[in-house]
């Protein structure tokens, strides 16, 4: 029997090769295209992360000395309150002694008061 559409066998494998041959020039790799800005790039790049990573420092020792900061504050702050305690409390033990002292005195006095008025 005749083939009615005109493929005969060797068609057939022409296509077939042709197929084949298509799929494998799209497999190759292609030659590739050298971009002419790669050094400057690659430079570009690496100042800009250099930059990036200098502010983050400058942040962190930032964060760091304000931290430092808030502590010597606290740490100020109580010795303060500390030393205003300490304060109020010599002044009382100062009143307390001047008092007592007036106490003694005035006692002294009235003994000799009533030695003199015998």
């Given amino acids: 029997m005749r083939d009615v559409k005109g493929t005969a066998l060797t068609d057939r494998l022409a296509a077939a090769a042709e197929a084949k041959a298509a799929l494998v020039a799209k497999m190759k790799p292609k030659p590739t295209v050298v971009d002419p800005l790669f050094e400057e790039r690659a ?57 007592s002292k007036e106490e003694a005195k005035a006692k002294r006095d009235a003994k000799y008061a009533a030695r003199k008025a015998r």
């Fill in 43 to 99: 430079a570009m790049k690496a100042a800009d992360l250099k930059a990036v990573r200098e502010a983050r420092e400058v942040e962190k020792a930032e964060a760091r000395q304000a931290t430092l900061d808030r502590a010597a504050a606290a740490e100020a702050e109580l010795a303060a309150s500390e030393a205003a305690l300490l304060a109020d409390k010599r002044g009382a033990r100062k009143e307390r002694k001047q008092l």
